[in-house]
């Protein structure tokens, strides 16, 4: 491996340099980070100069494909660099500039594959592909132009459309522009996971079969999603074949339809925070949260890193997960969980009553905050129909039910009385109301930790405990001596 063009030295120097910043983060994804000491020798090399201090970053606070900024601020870094793969989502504080992986791949392979299923489509076809082949497709459109000068009258090849990386340097951004369609509304100028296209004038997705170079990774997932409606295929580079079939990759919209609907039921719902460093992601945690007071349901804002079955575990009163974060770790295989994880357009569909799918799929929350319309809707008053318990329902509101006291603990003692609950001599439940709030959840729950007894001031007598090895306590090799 050429250590000096895979990472780009030369470029990443040059860029230090020119912008004169002196205190930069190199941040590497784990599959990278063998290779980090090299780089950074070969960086302090280029550079010449010892005003400016190069920091490594590792196991980042959230996924490897943002820009861990929280990492950063620890070290007061000026700017990142970023190596591995990306989701090119925009930064809210510090510039960064992105080295793209460079996967091998068979060129002419890859065209030959690429003409053959052009030949046979009767569609036009536009070609994505993961950032880590960028660095190919020149030399792909390159061998494809010459195997198609010797064909005539091939109608898709005629009309083939390249995707071209947004950019590979990114500067803090005030605002947020929307990630799926770049400009105005009537524009047909697109833009996912970093690639950018401008389809022909009278042209829409629907009229164009998808190419994919690349792997089955989270960047072809939110293709499939959001291009749901569109014939795809995908080459991929390391077996060196081209996949006709992705029914498995679209039962994830299946399955993301039925969380949407167990999200309907739920009462309280916790919110995700996937990212610190993603521009809007504080607005969209806002917006969140609004929208689930609206539907008369309790929300609790979680800060933990890396969500795991271990961690959400800890808040068994949460009865769904929104998971705000960039488009390529908002899916999350919510299996192992006791509560389903969905993403923020998914909650809109859930919580906005009224609101129907229409087949549409929008994984970039820039996207919601830009679309979410500034009237807010009336939530109807009428009992819906809940395919998850087969019956109507009707949803609980906060608004008339919770009372809003200044002294926070006297709000905790009203809303656990509310939680109390009537028992006959036998303590089996006569009534039960549903919990509202996590103090309610705690007071309804049987086991409320050890039991003291108030009453009783006398102190109890201590008690020697057991002593020895698991495997073997000392009273237990004792009693076997006895036998």
């Given amino acids: 491996m050429d250590l000096e063009i895979n990472y780009e030295i030369a470029r990443v120097a040059e860029f230090i340099l020119s912008h004169s ?79 793209f992986e460079k996967a091998s791949i068979s060129t002419s392979n890859c065209a030959s594959k690429l003409l053959d299923y052009g030949v046979k489509s009767d569609k036009p076809i536009l070609v994505l592909f993961g950032l880590e082949y960028a660095h190919a497709i020149p030399d792909i459109k390159k061998n494809l132009a010459s195997s198609v000068s010797t064909i005539v009258g091939s109608t898709s090849m005629s009309n083939l459309l390249y995707a071209d990386v947004i950019c590979s340097f990114i500067s803090p951004s005030e605002t947020c522009q929307p990630a799926s369609q770049v400009g105005p509304v009537d524009s047909q100028n697109y833009s996912i996971g970093g690639l950018t296209w401008r389809l022909p004038e009278g042209r829409k997705m629907e009229d164009y079969s998808l190419f994919w170079i690349g792997s089955d990774n989270p960047a072809f997932s939110n293709v499939v999603l959001t291009f749901n409606s569109c014939e795809i295929v995908r080459y991929d580079a390391a077996e060196d074949c081209l996949m006709t079939d992705i029914s498995q990759q679209k039962k994830i919209l299946r399955r993301r339809y039925y969380l949407v609907e167990k999200a309907k039921d739920a009462n309280m719902i916790g919110i995700l925070v996937g990212t610190l460093g993603a521009a809007g992601y504080l607005h ?42 960039c488009p390529q770790t908002a899916l999350l295989d919510s299996k192992e969980f006791l509560a389903p994880i969905i993403t923020p357009f998914e909650a809109m569909l859930a919580l906005e009553r009224g609101s129907q799918w229409t087949g549409a799929y929008v994984m970039e929350f820039r996207d919601l905050i830009a679309s979410t319309p500034s009237i807010p809707r009336e939530q109807s008053e009428e009992a819906r129909f809940s395919f998850i318990q087969g019956g109507y329902i009707e949803d609980l509101d906060l608004q008339d039910t919770e009372e809003v006291e200044k002294d926070e603990i006297l709000a905790l003692v009203n809303t656990t009385e509310k939680a109390l609950q009537v028992r006959d001599d036998n303590t089996q439940h006569l009534t039960k109301s549903e ?23 006398v102190p109890g007598n201590f008690l020697t405990g057991r002593s020895g090895k698991a495997s073997g306590y000392t009273h237990e090799k004792t009693e076997k001596s006895h036998l």
């Fill in 21 to 99: 910043f002196t205190r930069v983060a190199l941040q590497f994804p784990d599959e990278l980070l063998k290779d980090s000491m090299r780089v950074v020798k070969s960086l302090r090399k280029e550079i010449n100069s010892s005003a400016v201090k190069l920091y490594v970053m590792a196991d980042t606070t959230y996924g490897s494909c943002c820009v861990d900024e929280v990492g950063a601020a620890h070290v007061n870094a000026e700017c990142v660099v970023h190596y591995g793969h990306t989701c090119l989502s925009p930064t809210s504080k510090l510039p960064a500039l992105f080295i």
């Fill in 284 to 325: 969209m945690i806002h917006q969140m949260r609004d929208l689930i007071t609206k539907a008369g349901k309790k929300s609790y804002t979680f800060v933990m890193g890396r969500p795991n079955p271990a961690k959400l575990a800890n808040f068994p009163e949460c009865d769904v997960f929104i998971n705000v974060s």
């Fill in 435 to 457: 919990a509202k709030s996590g103090a309610e959840f705690f007071a309804s729950r049987s086991y409320h930790g050890l039991d003291i007894n108030s009453t009783d001031s």
